[in-house]
């Protein structure tokens, strides 16, 4: 028979997945566990150490033996200080520790997967995955979780001395704990779901922020800051109103079960005082077992308060596995072929046939077959959703597809490692992306060792080297995020520079020289047909006044090659290529 509600448990069970990284840190999870026995002993100890002033302190009035009852209370008070004090640092690092290596596993595994991946998922929800989740995580490792097994230490070893202090009070005790556990169990539950809820909240609010910050001058252009800010108060809101009812809850329970426990504990110290009264019992033996019973509710109600943190925990964990677990699409071969040195830059397009796992009912390409020959330039032209950049893509392997073969110098690219097979290009967008860095790292991001003078000479051969010794700091200039330090222009020419460095065989360019004016990209052109001579390269452009010089022009429509050759063969055969050139040139 199944359990009626396994989902705690399962949830709970997410855990298990932090013991590699805690495992890691031997050291400090042995001083952890050290520290905990040894504080949990002297906190034990203290209702002995008080029974003891009681019987042989008071009650024989010998200052000699009261005087050593003090002192070994002290010499507790010492040992607990120490080892809480041993026990926090152990734990605290620890905890920071195994939140450090999960949020960099994570990180790193995001990097690897491909990009239908990055499609479906909001890149906000990401990052706060991996801000929010990892942080909770750290917070439970290094706090909650250090906590709640101290509260059970504890709990399991006042209950023992209950039973050893007084069988019969004990026995009263344990007529009352269902009373203490059902609420547990009740509340507990709609803690945990609230507790998930809040949590995707936030990830919501996260994802909205991100959003609208990335895109912050289309926010601005369009005036829409207010439209967002109403967006993002809603989102937080909705996460606050969610977050209050958890609260409310977790306070709920809280109340109850401290309320319950020293109920309890009054009724048990009821008992024992007319058992004193009657004779039965010393006022020692009261006194130790009234402390262990504080003991007993105080861990009870540690775990009540620390229940919903740890299953939000639990919740933030298993959304990182979730992350974790998502394999790759695209992924190298287990026994890569070799790519042949040097590499020549011969493409062949086979039978080619793919559509974006996001859209599977329109093919992207259909039947598609090209070959390229290697140093040869070729121009694809075509209206937008033709399937041009989707070539760029397929080339790079950022995915497969579902139809035919793509092959570099007669290599399948789905026996080449992707490292040596991405290698092979060197990708000017027609949009491009800077980093939050200098312009030296931004052009040396095309080859990591590049040293200044080699970034110089690239900068040169773009065009940029004038406008960057121009800024406040030259090549060592912080761009801003995504260059927003740089006009589109210059944005581009960093963006050459970095293709320029790279030095790759083959050369991928969508449009690059679309955000230059005129008398820049002239001098780009020129820059681009120095680097283009005996490198094969694809060239994307909607302007065909920059293909005419192309060795070849391939015309799509619809995923469909339906023309080929050169601007002047073309124009000759009419059809779409000459009907776009009518268009762009006589207008």
């Known amino acids: 028979m199944s359990e009626a509600n396994p989902e705690p448990r399962r949830r709970l069970g997410a855990y298990r997945r932090l013991w590699p990284y805690v495992a890691e840190q031997k050291a400090l999870l042995f001083g952890w566990l050290v520290f905990l026995a040894l504080s949990s002993a002297a906190t034990l100890a203290l209702p002995a150490a008080a029974r003891f002033m009681i019987e042989r302190g008071f009650g024989q009035t010998d200052p000699a033996l009261l005087d050593a009852g003090f002192i070994g209370l002290f010499a507790v008070a010492c040992v607990m200080a120490f080892a809480g004090a041993a026990r926090y640092y152990c734990v605290t690092l620890l905890g920071e520790r195994v939140a450090a290596a999960l949020r960099t596993r ?32 750290q917070t439970v490792v290094g706090s909650t979780l250090s906590l709640s097994l101290r509260s059970v230490v504890m709990l399991v070893g006042s209950t023992t001395m209950l039973v050893v202090t007084s069988p019969r009070l004990a026995g009263l005790t344990a007529l009352v704990i269902p009373a203490v556990i059902l609420p547990i169990v ?13 949590q995707d909240r936030i990830a919501d609010a996260s994802a909205i922020a991100s959003e609208s910050l990335n895109a912050i001058h289309t926010v601005q252009a369009y005036t829409r800051e207010a439209h967002e800010g109403t967006r993002y108060v809603h989102a937080v809101r909705r996460a606050l109103a969610t977050a209050r009812r958890r609260i409310a809850t977790t306070a709920s329970l809280t109340a109850l079960v401290i309320l319950l426990s020293f109920g309890a504990i009054t009724l048990v110290l009821w008992a024992g005082a007319h058992a004193v009264l009657a004779g039965e019992m010393n006022a020692g033996v009261l006194a130790q077992f009234v402390l262990y019973a504080v003991v007993a509710a105080g861990s009870v109600g540690g775990l009540t308060e620390v229940w919903g943190e740890l299953l939000r925990c639990a919740g933030a964990l298993g959304r990182i596995a979730e992350l974790l677990d998502t394999p790759a699409d695209v992924v190298s071969p287990a026994r890569p072929q070799a790519l042949p040195r040097p590499v ?30 290697p140093g040869e330039t070729v121009a ?7 399937g041009k950049t989707t070539l760029f893509q397929l080339l790079q392997r950022f995915h497969d597809p579902q139809r035919g073969r793509i092959t570099l110098d007669g290599v399948d690219l789905r026996e080449l490692d992707l490292g040596d097979l991405r290698g092979a290009f060197a990708l000017v967008p027609q949009d ?32 940029a080297n004038e406008f960057i010794a121009a800024l406040p700091e030259g090549y060592a200039t912080y761009l801003g995020e995504r260059g927003a330090r740089l006009s589109g222009g210059q944005q581009q020419r960093v963006a050459i520079a970095r293709a320029l460095l790279r030095d790759a065989p083959i050369l991928l360019l969508d449009e690059a020289t679309s955000s230059l004016d005129a008398q820049s990209e002239r001098a780009v052109q020129n820059a681009l047909e120095h680097l283009m001579r005996g490198r094969t390269t694809l060239v994307i452009a909607h302007r065909l006044a920059t293909v005419q010089k192309a060795d070849r022009i391939v015309v799509l429509d619809g ?29």
């Open 432 to 463: 491009p992306v800077l980093f939050g860095a200098s312009a030296a790292d931004n052009i040396r991001f095309g080859r990591i060792d590049a040293d200044a003078a080699a970034i110089e000479a690239a900068a040169r051969a773009a065009e």
């Open 106 to 137: 994570l990180y790193r595994h995001l990097l690897t997967l491909d990009q239908a991946f990055f499609e479906r998922t909001r890149s906000g929800e990401l990052v706060s995955r991996l801000a929010a989740d990892t942080e909770l995580v």
């Open 380 to 386: 694809l032209v075509g209206p937008s959703g033709a």
């Open 559 to 587: 995923g469909r090659i339906v023309g080929e050759g050169t601007h002047a063969s073309l124009l000759a055969e009419g059809g779409l290529y000459a009907e776009l050139a009518r268009l762009q040139f006589t207008a």
């Open 186 to 198: 009740f509340l507990g539950r709609r803690v945990e779901r609230l507790a998930r809820d809040s």
């Open 344 to 373: 020549r830059g011969a493409l062949r397009f086979e039978g080619v046939g793919f559509h974006y796992p996001s859209r599977p009912d329109r093919a992207s390409i259909e039947s598609l077959d090209l070959a390229i020959a």
